[in-house]
């Protein structure tokens, strides 16, 4: 079993609909939380971090972290064509860009016109 | 625009080739990790380095691969002999190596395929 878990997709849904992304992770220790967003033939880009549970905001998208259960958010609201993407989790043991990040396998989510 | 650069962006070739891998870290940036993206796997870290040192390279097959920083505006990644299974999308990432910061800067990935 992988330490994070991210349900692949697709995942399709129309414009203006309300993306949900999830993942599990089973190391209690993971003090971060980031979500990244990759185009196709691109390199992941973050997209937000999130220190410990708890929830964040930022334009239409809404990170939550739930420590106890050991599960984590990503919304996208109004969602538009050019959201679609892989999007990745990714978690850390502490907050430095220069320490290792472990992700999920990634969700491919196609937001149709 | 700082920006990681990787090269090749798309490299064919054939089983038991030596292959070569290069980044160029955002300036200032004293860490660089190389991930290896497949579909089975999902992003897997092979290796990082801080000032140039290798801080971990637990994710890498020792017996071919290498990872190196000659100098710090250049990180490598060699693979010899190459075999198809590493047939993958090979991503390099520079970051401050700073508690506080946040963010890994990934480049636009090599392409490898084995045939």
């Known amino acids: 079993q992988k330490e994070v878990e991210q349900d692949p997709g697709p995942l399709s849904v129309p414009e203006g609909a309300i993306v949900s992304l999830n993942c599990t992770y089973s190391n209690s220790a993971f003090q971060y939380f980031m979500w990244y967003r990759q185009y196709s033939r691109k390199g992941p880009e973050l997209l937000m971090y999130t220190y410990s549970s708890g929830n964040k905001e930022d334009g239409r998208f809404t990170a939550q972290v739930d420590k106890s259960s050991k599960y984590i958010s990503l919304f996208i609201r109004d969602s538009q064509p050019s959201d679609s993407a892989t999007y990745l989790c990714?978690?850390?043991?502490?907050?430095?860009?220069?320490?290792?990040?472990?992700f999920g396998g990634g969700t491919r989510v196609l937001v149709k016109p | 625009d700082a920006r990681v650069t990787q090269t090749p962006r798309d490299k064919v070739t054939e089983m038991g080739q030596e292959v070569t891998m290069r980044c160029q870290p955002i300036?200032?940036?004293?860490?660089v990790f190389w991930y290896r993206q497949t579909m089975m796997q999902g992003l897997e870290l092979l290796a990082y380095f801080r000032n140039r040192a290798p801080l971990d390279d637990s994710g890498m097959p020792k017996d071919r691969f290498s990872a190196e920083m000659p100098d710090a505006t250049l990180a490598t990644l060699k693979i010899q002999p190459s075999e198809p299974r590493d047939s993958a999308v090979y991503f390099c990432a520079s970051g401050h190596g700073l508690a506080g910061t946040d963010t890994q800067y990934f480049g636009p990935g090599t392409r490898l395929t084995v045939l």
């Open positions: 990714a978690m850390s043991l502490i907050k430095a860009a220069g320490n290792k990040l472990t």
């Open positions: 300036l200032g940036h004293n860490t």
